[in-house]
């Protein structure tokens, strides 16, 4: 993953969209906001894409879990999607979030830990049967408390790089 981040900052550092994407999608939010930041985005800036790019992954996440159509290739999807998501359910830390109700929800969404994010929140709130009136604004509040939270990480990190680097 490092490699990656290296290789793309001296390649491509100065084209935001086309640094920034791949490494949300291939490393997460957590990657792509801590490297961006690294690279002297700012908080304001960066908070407003990620939960744009969060909340685009919630329809989608809904779709299939809700339903999938007949073609062999969603099938097979399906069979992953289905797969992951009986992982998922038999951790710990996922059915301690399901008795936590919509604030498992939102805290789910909210960790920069494997396994947690929009996708298994949208599983969360599909499987307490939440409407998705209900469920996009836990999800969206996830995703910005998890934002808030690496944001604040980075400027943490930062702030303890230049004082390390100065004294």
């Not at 935001?16 to 906001?33: D, E, K, M, N, Q």
């Not at 909340?55 to 069979?79: N, V």
């Not at 049967?129 to 939270?149: D, E, H, M, N, V």
Request: a positive charge.
């Amino acid at each position: 993953m490092i490699d990656l981040v290296i290789f793309l900052k001296n390649n491509l550092a100065e084209h935001f969209v086309i640094y920034f994407i791949p490494l949300y999608i291939v490393g997460g939010r957590s990657v792509a906001i801590l490297s961006a930041q690294f690279l002297g985005y700012k908080a304001s800036f960066l908070l407003p894409v990620v939960v744009l790019l969060d909340t685009l992954q919630i329809p989608l996440f809904y779709h299939l879990y809700g339903t999938i159509s007949d073609s062999l290739l969603a099938r097979k999807f399906s069979e992953r999607t289905i797969k992951k998501g009986k992982n998922l359910s038999k951790s710990k830390l996922f059915r301690w979030m399901q008795v936590m109700g919509a604030p498992g929800v939102v805290a789910i969404t909210t960790l920069p830990l494997k396994g947690c994010g929009m996708w298994s929140g949208v599983l969360l709130s599909r499987l307490l049967k939440f409407s998705k009136l209900t469920g996009y604004p836990l999800l969206i509040g996830g995703s910005i408390l998890g934002c808030a939270f690496l944001l604040g990480l980075g400027e943490g990190i930062l702030k303890l790089w230049t004082l390390f680097m100065n004294g």
